[in-house]
């Protein structure tokens, strides 16, 4: 399966916790610069505006999959790292079952979106996809204990499993 990052927002600059922003004109050049290596038409994408304005610029009609949407980090949507208590971003950072902002484990989150892999994913076979970062994280990583050693970068092809 082809996965395909997103391209970059404003606030992918900043670093913050969740948001639903629109591409900046880098992200768009970027997603831009992508079709030569893209396998086919884009058929799914996750519900993220940048994912869908990036899904709709590389071609095809994109259907929006509400199974491949990001991380709900609950109450720290919008806030920067800075923001957040230390003691509440170390254990987010390092248990996977830590849900010191409210919303989704990286646990659950993992597991939601390997199911998606599991079934929808496995049967478009090289199709494209496109994601959110952290959705992208977590497709490519091995299990939730894994989740945060994946390196992602907007606008980016990665392929799953790897060659």
């Known amino acids: 399966m082809q996965v395909i990052t997103a391209g970059r927002t404003g606030p992918n600059r900043s670093v913050r916790f969740g948001g639903d922003a629109s591409l ?12 030569a290596s893209v396998a086919g038409p884009v058929t799914a994408c996750g519900p993220e505006t940048a994912a869908l304005e990036s899904a709709l610029l590389l071609g095809g009609r994109p259907a929006v999959d509400d199974a491949l949407r990001t991380l709900d980090v609950g109450s720290w949507a919008g806030l920067a790292p800075e923001e957040i208590d230390p003691s509440e971003l170390a254990a987010f950072f390092t248990d996977p079952a830590a849900r010191p902002h409210g919303g989704e484990t990286v646990e659950e989150f993992v597991r939601r979106i390997h199911a998606w892999r599991d079934g929808v994913g496995s049967e478009i076979g090289e199709v494209p996809v ?14 939730a204990a894994g989740y945060f050693r994946v390196e992602v970068r907007p606008a980016t092809l990665y392929t799953w499993p790897a060659p």
């Open 130 to 143: 496109v994601v959110a970062m952290p959705v992208a994280q977590a497709l490519l990583c091995d299990d």
């Open 24 to 35: 900046d004109d880098r992200g768009r050049r970027d997603i831009e610069a992508l079709p």
